[in-house]
């Protein structure tokens, strides 16, 4: 005799076939290579506007296929440039051709000095991949089947941003942010390391006042499992009424955020009765998550913004320390030897994205 329980899940299994029959196929890579007219690289030392201490580069060691998935692996700027050159020299980035030029210039990411060993370059060797040239698309399901890293201060990411900043700059465009973990293996902080992953979305009228807080969700496995032990799918769900992420099948909901016409982000970050204007007025009901967004695909390590915790146990820097990156690259035999080959690779199967038909 089927239970309660049993019928409903029946019943929620025929209305996601249903579901998925309504859906066409309108992105997808299975990574059999790694196509250049999809994937732009991002070649910069900006470390993204959080002091990342790795610099992006378009590099086959950093980014590559084998056998239908793509790694995104973190290596040490010193087997590229050298000790010397790392601790006390510079690097330049600006290229001349525009497959090589520098993507970002923001936060000194097109040249940097060590400034005669003050502040060390960048000690670690990434990558990050985008669609930006082209793909972008507003509403659908996306699923990315991935492996995350395992490593010490391993940051891996899968996210989009809008393709224009139709409500000006970060974060009043808005982010979304299907996956974010951390690498560490026993990190203690409540967030987990590389047991859990968080989705987030950003907004706010401007960087002082994002509220991701509001639309933030961690997700954590238990009996001892972690994300690099297997591939898992993490998916988003965005229509104009909701925005919802999930780990391996829609039912399992990870983040659900509303975005009907019975609520607004300006409502949301309770901005009704502040003296900001908003960026959003006007606009629909689930501005700023009405525009186009593309893909985006990345390993940071490290950084200075509040993403490690500094009470975390062997952290081998302090946000606040004007040398925060010299003492990560002087404590490299605390954190490298957890850096197995390419377990410290984010492994990516495929990624695909559906719309309605």
């Not at 790694?34 to 690289?41: M, R």
């Not at 330049?92 to 497959?99: D, E, M, Q």
């Not at 097109?110 to 507003?138: D, H, M, W």
Request: charged letters at 15%; one cysteine or more.
């Amino acid at each position: 005799m089927f239970s309660k329980i049993s019928i409903a899940l029946a019943f929620a299994s025929v209305a996601f076939r249903a579901a998925n029959e309504a859906e066409k196929l309108i992105f997808s890579d299975d990574f059999n290579t790694l196509d250049f007219e999809t994937w732009q690289h991002e070649i910069t030392l900006s470390g993204a506007g959080n002091w990342e201490f790795e610099y992006y580069t378009n590099n086959r060691t950093n980014s590559y296929t084998r056998n239908g998935v793509l790694y995104l692996k973190p290596t040490l700027t010193a087997d590229n440039i050298g000790v010397d050159q790392l601790t006390n020299g510079n690097i330049n980035l600006w290229g001349s051709t525009p497959a090589d030029q520098c993507t970002s210039n923001a936060f000194w990411g097109c040249e940097r000095s060590s400034q005669g060993g003050n502040n060390y370059i960048n000690p670690i060797q990434s990558a990050i991949l985008r669609t930006v040239n082209a793909f972008n698309f507003k509403y659908g399901r996306v699923e990315i089947r991935a492996k995350l890293p395992k490593g010490n201060w391993i940051w891996p990411a899968i996210w989009m941003l809008p393709t224009r900043n139709a409500y000006g700059q970060w974060p009043a465009s808005g982010e979304i942010d299907i996956m974010e973990s951390r690498g560490n293996a026993n990190y203690r902080d409540a967030e987990g390391g590389v047991d859990s992953f968080g989705s987030t979305l950003h907004w706010g009228p401007f960087f002082s006042q994002n509220a991701y807080l509001k639309t933030h969700k961690v997700y954590k496995l238990t009996n001892g499992r972690n994300f690099n032990d297997d591939f898992h799918i993490f998916g988003l769900s965005w229509t104009e009424n909701s925005i919802q992420t999930y780990l391996d099948t829609p039912a399992n909901v990870v983040l659900n955020v509303d975005t009907s016409a019975n609520s607004s982000f300006w409502k949301l970050g309770g901005w009704t009765n502040s003296a900001f204007n908003n960026p959003w007025d006007g606009a629909g009901h689930n501005a700023p998550f009405d525009q186009n967004f593309f893909l985006l695909l990345n390993v940071a390590v490290g950084g200075t913004t509040g993403y490690w915790a500094d009470s975390e146990p062997g952290k081998p820097w302090q946000d606040k320390d004007p040398k925060a990156v010299n003492n990560f690259w002087n404590n490299k035999a605390s954190w490298y030897p957890t850096w197995a080959g390419e377990n410290a690779a984010m492994q990516i199967d495929y990624v695909k994205v559906y719309q309605q038909a």
